[in-house]
């Protein structure tokens, strides 16, 4: 069955640093990939999308990387700030998709 | 523009109740989807409605059902509520082509005791 694997554990980042989050997919081939944060209690809230034929997508401090050979996408912040823990939602769509798939979501905590 | 809105923001069910959330997708946004987010997990997808038809399903038995209406806004109707339907239920909204963003809704989150 499909399935979309995310770092299981929170991860913990000083401010400042690069915060790297990974997500994996198998028996699934998607047409785009993307990703949102979700804050506690809230509705995700979509970040960026990159289709299949791309292998880099960056706005503003965001950077995203997809790797369908590996069948996994990177996403980058860079100069994290404590605004940006909150958690992050990989999620992929195929070419008929009405339905987008969700990962489980990594934690991502920066310190000051 | 109010972006996509749902009520009500919290409610509290007995198990084999019936409860119907609502949502107003986002304005010029024609497709809705819902979804079931459990405590740590991610969303996940229910169905989707696009000119007043299911267009797709998730692996959700038949008690949950929905609607769309002529001017998009969209229920979602689950009957005989059980106690692992707690959850938070996400309306999301986009326009008629697939890979866009979704604009998500706050959510309904649903206790059954």
């Known amino acids: 069955s499909q399935k979309i694997e995310q770092n299981s554990e929170a991860l913990n980042i000083q401010e400042g640093k690069t915060a790297t989050l990974t997500c994996n997919y198998t028996?699934?081939?998607?047409?785009?990939l993307q990703w949102y944060r979700q804050d506690p209690g809230r509705g995700p809230v979509f970040l960026l999308l990159i289709r299949e034929n791309e292998k880099e997508k960056r706005k503003e401090r965001l950077k995203v990387t997809f790797d369908t050979t590996l069948k996994q996408s990177l996403f980058h912040i860079t100069a994290s700030q404590p605004a940006d823990s909150a958690t992050y939602l990989c999620a992929l769509g195929d070419s008929s998709a009405s339905k987008i798939i969700f990962g489980s979501g990594t934690r991502l905590s920066i310190r000051p | 523009d109010a972006g996509v809105t749902q009520s009500p923001t919290h409610l509290i069910k007995t198990r084999g109740q019936q409860v119907t959330l609502r949502c107003s997708p986002k304005?010029?946004?024609?497709?809705v989807s819902w979804y079931q987010q459990a405590l740590g997990q991610g969303p996940q997808f229910i169905f989707q409605y696009y000119e007043e038809e299911e267009r797709q399903r998730g692996n959700f038995p038949d008690r949950f059902s929905g609607h769309q209406f002529p001017n998009y806004s969209s229920e979602l109707n689950v009957n005989a509520l059980l106690l692992g339907d707690s959850a938070l239920y996400l309306c999301?909204?986009?326009?008629?082509?697939?890979?866009?963003?979704?604009?998500f809704g706050q959510g309904t989150r649903l206790t059954v005791v």
């Open positions: 304005s010029g946004h024609d497709t």
């Open positions: 028996n699934y081939s998607p047409a785009y």
């Open positions: 999301a909204s986009s326009p008629q082509w697939l890979d866009t963003e979704a604009f």
